[in-house]
């Protein structure tokens, strides 16, 4: 049974009922996560539909109730609710714990257990699809908000040699450094500030696309041939993106990311793990 606010969109043909997923956020219309699991979905051979909920932005929780009431096994969060995912879970992994967010739930034995997915999307990227290999290198990330707590952990237990945490309010950047500290070289910074230290990986952390804003690209504190990564995808991130190119950086957004991430919880759920690369081919030539 459908929970309220879900479209479904059935991506193998199978004989009977299927096994339910979707991305519940709002607005979620846009998601490109259907689409990437139902190639995923024909690629393993699993049987299984992934669709889109949107929730209202006070009804999360009732919309996830109705949601696993009806059978449901499975959803991916995105904004704004990945925090509130984390509470209403009856159990968490300890990456979902450090990062305060979850961007994965499952139904497991009559319990919701929730995960991150976003971290290990971000590594896998950084590390198979754009050749960035993290260890000894020096990482700067803009931002403080959720979308930076999630992937600090996960980036400094790939032992980078440094990585500093730049925000305009400063005082959330030194709430994550003490935060995060005993697990690695994080150090927060005001953004208006940025120590020139030669970062060799720039990640735009912040949501300054969503409202319409600038983001200076801190071109004095980068390495020559740095490269620069917007953890937002498409139009979002377009702006940073080719600011960056324009200077003579490299750059990509986070479409790579969302992939790798949703291939992580693909496997979390069907216990088997899917390739990316046709996924990523695919969508990129969908976009060019
Ligand atoms: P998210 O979960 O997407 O990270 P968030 O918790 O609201 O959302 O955090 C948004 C981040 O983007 C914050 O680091 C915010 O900076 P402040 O803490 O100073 O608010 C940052 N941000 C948003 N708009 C920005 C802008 N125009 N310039 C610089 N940083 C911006």
Not at 193 to 211: C, D, K, M, Q, Y
Request: hydrophobic share 50%; proline share 5%.
């Amino acid at each position: 049974m459908a929970a309220p606010g879900e479209r479904a969109a059935r991506v193998n043909y199978h004989d009977g009922p299927m096994d339910r997923y979707a991305v519940v956020g709002h607005p979620v219309s846009h998601s490109l996560s259907p689409r990437i699991h139902a190639l995923f979905a024909r690629a393993t051979g699993e049987a299984l539909e992934y669709a889109t909920l949107e929730a209202p932005l006070d009804g999360f929780a009732a919309a996830m109730r109705a949601f696993f009431a009806g059978g449901a096994r499975g959803a991916n969060v995105t904004l704004p609710f990945k925090v509130e995912a984390l509470s209403f879970a009856h159990s968490a992994s300890e990456r979902a714990r450090v990062a305060g967010a979850a961007n994965f739930l499952a139904a497991r034995g009559g319990r919701i257990e929730a995960d991150n997915t976003d971290g290990a999307g971000l590594v896998a990227d950084l590390e198979r699809n754009a050749g960035f290999a993290i260890r000894g290198r020096r990482i700067l990330i803009l931002g403080a908000g959720g979308a930076a707590r999630g992937v600090i952990a996960p980036l400094l237990a790939c032992a980078p040699a440094a990585l500093v945490v730049a925000n305009r309010t400063t005082a959330r950047a030194r709430e994550l450094e003490a935060r995060f500290r005993s697990l690695g070289p994080v150090r927060g910074a005001d953004l208006a500030s940025i120590p020139r230290e030669g970062f060799e990986l720039v990640l735009n952390a912040t949501s300054s696309s969503v409202h319409g804003d600038r983001l200076e690209l801190p071109r004095a504190a980068l390495a020559q041939g740095a490269l620069a990564y917007d953890m937002a995808y498409g139009k979002s991130a377009q702006a940073f993106v080719a600011a960056a190119r324009a200077a003579g950086f490299r750059a990509c957004d986070g479409l790579g990311m969302l992939v790798e991430q949703a291939a992580e919880s693909f496997e979390l759920w069907r216990g088997t793990r899917p390739a990316t690369a046709p996924v990523l081919e695919e969508l990129a030539a969908l976009r060019a």
